[in-house]
């Protein structure tokens, strides 16, 4: 069974600087893309960066210009560099795993707050 492991969660003031980590346990075949989610509370989960298999990337259009989403595919991580963050960034931040046979990974969430 594979597993993902967040890792960088925290609290930080705003306008400050915080990078995720997501690493796999082993190798997945056939990966569609990769992604980072987040779910403030209250709210839904919603997609924040997603990293195609070609390399192609989107980010929510509140984060563009402020978060990079980037791999290592060698290594099986991926990461999501959150500059100027903004106390509404505060959120569980999620990253996903999807396949070309429609499987889906999760890793377990990791708390960020932003505030004063």
């Given at each position: 069974q594979v597993q993902l492991v967040e890792s960088g969660g925290?609290?930080?003031?705003?306008?400050g600087s915080l990078r995720l980590s997501c690493a796999q346990s082993r190798s997945i075949l056939g990966i569609r893309s990769r992604?980072?989610?987040?779910?403030a509370p209250g709210k839904q989960r919603?997609?924040?960066?997603?990293?195609?298999?070609g390399g192609s990337t989107d980010y929510l259009d509140s984060v563009?210009?402020?978060?990079?989403?980037s791999r290592d595919s060698a290594k099986n991580t991926m990461f999501l560099q959150m500059d100027s963050l903004k106390p509404e960034d505060t959120a569980?931040?999620?990253?996903?795993?999807a396949t070309t046979n429609n499987r889906d990974y999760w890793g377990?969430?990791?708390?960020?707050?932003?505030s004063s």
């Amino acid at each position: 069974q594979v597993q993902l492991v967040e890792s960088g969660g925290g609290l930080v003031q705003p306008g400050g600087s915080l990078r995720l980590s997501c690493a796999q346990s082993r190798s997945i075949l056939g990966i569609r893309s990769r992604a980072w989610y987040r779910q403030a509370p209250g709210k839904q989960r919603e997609l924040v960066a997603v990293i195609t298999a070609g390399g192609s990337t989107d980010y929510l259009d509140s984060v563009k210009g402020r978060f990079t989403m980037s791999r290592d595919s060698a290594k099986n991580t991926m990461f999501l560099q959150m500059d100027s963050l903004k106390p509404e960034d505060t959120a569980v931040y999620y990253c996903k795993v999807a396949t070309t046979n429609n499987r889906d990974y999760w890793g377990q969430g990791t708390q960020v707050t932003v505030s004063s």
